[in-house]
């Protein structure tokens, strides 16, 4: 049980323009997601913190304008990354958190994003 | 002062050791700990969570946690090969919006 997806898992797109990325829970319904970027060789980062139904909550430094992230239902999460530039290729991965579980977050499998 | 500081590594260990990881935290009233494994080029991956004092085992890893002290740990019986991995310690913020807290991570090499 537990499962996150990512979709897609890689995508390349030229500096401009914008990407989408989805993140689903398979068999659970996730009453919170989160959006994280990891650069290489460094640690998680949190971008934004969302619940189904209201507007996310972005982490300090983090665009709300430039990362535009929808929780339309308990099971859909995606996070948009808008005019991206080749600072924004990194590694975005999902998190979904299950309702009564004490902050347990199971992970997507991530998505590496490329700008060129 | 970091708020969850782990040392980076890596922690060299033979095949069938034991491998011990170390955590700790800066905010005494967190209540939620986290163990992950995060494979290179891969998410992060649940392997134990731990909510009260004391060691919590599940097959090779067991868990132990002392709030007084401020630190949690990880241990690996019979470390294999498949082991080797960036372990990552999470902690809940109880202050403001609830969300966890990650540590950079301590890369673990297991040789055969």
């Known amino acids: ?116 | 002062q970091k708020e969850v500081e782990q040392n980076s590594g890596p922690l060299s260990v033979p095949e069938g050791a034991i491998a011990s990881l170390n955590c700790t935290y800066s905010d005494r009233v967190s209540q939620s700990f986290f163990w992950y494994r995060q494979y290179s080029g891969k998410s992060p991956e649940l392997i134990m969570s731990i909510y009260s004092n004391g060691d919590k085992e599940d097959g090779r890893f067991t868990a132990q946690l002392n709030k007084a002290s401020q630190y949690v740990s990880l241990l690996i019986r019979d470390s294999q090969p498949s082991d080797s991995a960036t372990y990552l310690c999470a902690v809940n913020r109880l202050t403001g919006f609830q969300k966890l807290v990650f540590g950079t991570g301590t890369r673990l090499l297991v040789s055969p």
Not at chain 1, 20 to 49: G, N
Not at chain 1, 57 to 83: R, W
Request: include cysteine; hydrophobic fraction near 35%; glycine fraction near 6%.
């Open chain 1, 1 to 116: 049980g537990a499962v996150v997806s990512q979709h897609p898992s890689r995508v390349i797109c030229k500096s401009g323009t914008s990407v989408k990325i989805e993140c689903r829970s398979l068999d659970f319904q996730a009453t919170t997601m989160f959006w994280y970027r990891q650069f290489p060789k460094q640690s998680l980062m949190l971008m934004a913190t969302s619940n189904e139904g209201s507007k996310a909550t972005y982490e300090q430094g983090v665009e709300k304008d430039k990362f535009l992230i929808n929780h339309a239902s308990l099971t859909l999460s995606t996070l948009t990354v808008t005019s991206a530039h080749p600072e924004d290729s990194s590694f975005y991965i999902c998190s979904a958190s299950q309702a009564g579980e004490a902050l347990e977050q199971y992970f997507g499998p991530g998505t590496r994003l490329t700008v060129t």
